[in-house]
């Protein structure tokens, strides 16, 4: 009943830009925490980024500089502007959100994931 669709991910050479945006929508009461994953062919789940509901952001070292996560809590969307890509950014794109459904507890929930690939 809660469910997130991301959007925004596509081809792009290296020094490129893109923005994601993921829009939650379903039985949602609030959002907590938000964040973007991404996962690349053979290796682990890494953390991007993240954003809390008052807008307090963190940021991995691999990326810093370069992404800007922000979000707009009337659309219950969060999004990834990605500047200076680089080819080891290629990666699976996955949104997070930290939701409380009406009448439930805090439960995360994932999108379904956008392909980010950027050539040399």
């Known amino acids: 009943q809660v469910r997130l669709v991301e959007s925004g991910g596509g081809f792009v050479q290296a020094g490129g830009s893109l923005k994601l945006s993921c829009a939650a929508s379903?039985?949602?009461?609030?959002?907590?925490?938000m964040g973007w994953y991404r996962q690349a062919p053979g290796k682990q789940r890494e953390l991007v980024a993240t954003?809390?509901?008052?807008?307090?952001?963190n940021i991995a070292d691999s990326v810093k500089g370069r992404f800007t996560i922000s979000r707009d809590n009337v659309k219950n969307t969060v999004y990834l502007q990605m500047n200076s890509l680089k080819p080891e950014d290629t990666a699976v794109y996955y949104c997070?959100?930290?939701?409380?459904?009406?009448?439930?507890?805090?439960?995360?929930?994932w999108g379904q994931g956008t392909q980010v690939t950027v050539s040399s």
């Open positions: 954003i809390t509901s008052g807008g307090t952001t």
């Open positions: 379903g039985n949602i009461f609030r959002i907590n925490d």
């Open positions: 997070i959100a930290d939701v409380q459904a009406r009448y439930k507890s805090y439960q995360n929930y």
